[in-house]
C-alpha cells in the first residue's frame, strides 16, 4: 500500500496541473461508502499536503479540488442511502464491516444531523455517515446545511495538516544541519 500510495504522490509531484482532478477522485473516494472503505485517500491527502511545503504544487488548487470531490462523494452517498435506504446496508462491502455500519447508526442517534459534520474527520464514520444521512431520511437541503462546510473544512484541514507536517520536518532538517 505504501507503494502505491508513494507512487501516487511522485505522479502528482511531476504533474501539478493534474492536483485539482487527482484531489477531487481521491475526496470523492473517500467519501463515497461503497468506495471509501477501499482507498487510503486521507493518506494521500495528507502527503499531497506535503507536497505544498516543498513547493513542488499549491495548495488552492488541491483544496478546491478535495472540497469538490468530498462535496460530490458525501453526496452521491447520501443519494445511495435516499433511493435504496436500509437494504444497502446490508450489500457489499459494507456487509464485509458490519462495525462501520453499527458505528454511523449510533453516530445518528446520538448527534443527529452533526454527525455528518463530525463524519468528515472521522475516518471510521466516514465510510458509512453520509450514506445513513440518506437512509435517515434527511432531506437534502438540511443534510447540505452541515455537509457543504464540512467538506470545505475537511478539504482544507487534512491536506494542510500534511503541509504543516512537512514543513516541520523541512525545518528540523535544516536545524539538525542536514
Known amino acids: 500500500m505504501d507503494g502505491w500510495i508513494s507512487s501516487v504522490l511522485s505522479f502528482i509531484e511531476a504533474n501539478r496541473e493534474w492536483t485539482f482532478w487527482i484531489a477531487l477522485a481521491f475526496a470523492f473516494g473517500e467519501t463515497v461508502a ?3 472503505i477501499l482507498i487510503p485517500s486521507t493518506a494521500i491527502l495528507v502527503g499531497v499536503g506535503a507536497l505544498v511545503a516543498t513547493g513542488a504544487i499549491d495548495f488552492p488548487p488541491l483544496w478546491a479540488g478535495a472540497a469538490i470531490g ?37 453516530a445518528f442517534r446520538r448527534w443527529g444531523l452533526y454527525a455528518v459534520v463530525i463524519g468528515h474527520f472521522f475516518g471510521p464514520l466516514r465510510s458509512v455517515v ?49
Open 130 to 178: 453520509f450514506l445513513m444521512a440518506g437512509v435517515s431520511r434527511i432531506r437534502f437541503l438540511r443534510f447540505q446545511s452541515v455537509n457543504l462546510p464540512g467538506c470545505i473544512a475537511w478539504a482544507w484541514f487534512v491536506p494542510k495538516f500534511g503541509e504543516v507536517g512537512g514543513r516541520l520536518l523541512g525545518w528540523l532538517w535544516t536545524a539538525l544541519g542536514f
Open 34 to 36: 461503497l468506495v471509501s
Open 70 to 106: 468530498a462535496f460530490l462523494g458525501s453526496t452521491f452517498s447520501w443519494w445511495l442511502g435516499q433511493s435504496f435506504g436500509q437494504s444497502i446496508l446490508g450489500a457489499w462491502p459494507l456487509s464485509r464491516y458490519p462495525e462501520n455500519t453499527q458505528k454511523g447508526v449510533e
